[in-house]
């Protein structure tokens, strides 16, 4: 369950960081986005 949503966090921030203007946004997004990642990879390898 936690590897679906840090799939879908992953593509609600990809969604948003189209429609981001700045770059604090853009920044925040993108260390959101790392962050879901890094779960994804925890819980692949803990498979």
Do not use: G, P, W, Y
């Not at 770059?23 to 997004?29: E, G, K, S, V």
């Amino acid at each position: 369950m936690n590897l679906e949503k840090q799939q879908r966090k992953l593509v609600m921030l990809k969604e948003r960081a189209e429609l981001c203007l700045s770059r604090d946004q853009a920044q925040t997004i993108i260390r959101k986005a790392e962050k879901a990642q890094r779960k994804i990879e925890r819980a692949q390898t803990a498979i």
